[in-house]
Nanobody, 117 residues
């Protein structure tokens, strides 16, 4: 079982920045993909960004050039630096991780990000 603990959400004005962190623990296997999803009220959960253990990244088009995902493999921690935030970025952000050799994804509890206009 993998436990994921997120931190760093909050309230920020449009144009501001926030940095989310997600620390993973308890995995018997090294973590392959880690990433972030988000869910806004009344909308489906959507992929924000992912990063592999080798550092390959993927972003949803709406956050490209504004968000940066990174990870520290030694600490089993993934980060999401969010700049130039917009009100439409308001959502609960969920961290996820998929260990090598396992098809299950593990999820954090979510952290609220609110961007005021």
């Amino acid at each position: 079982q993998v436990q994921l603990v997120e931190s760093g959400g909050g309230l920020v004005q449009a144009g501001g920045s926030l940095r989310l962190s997600c620390a993973a623990s308890g995995s018997r296997f090294a973590l392959n993909v880690m990433g972030w999803y988000r869910q806004a009220p009344g909308k489906q959960r959507e992929l924000v960004a992912t990063i592999t253990s080798g550092g390959r990244t993927n972003y949803v088009d709406s956050v490209k050039a504004r968000f940066t995902i990174s990870r520290d493999n030694a600490k089993n921690t993934v980060y999401l630096q969010m700049d130039s935030l917009k009100p439409e970025d308001t959502a609960v952000y969920y961290c996820y991780a998929r260990p090598f050799g396992i098809t299950n994804d593990f999820w954090g509890q979510g952290t609220q990000v609110t961007v005021s206009s």
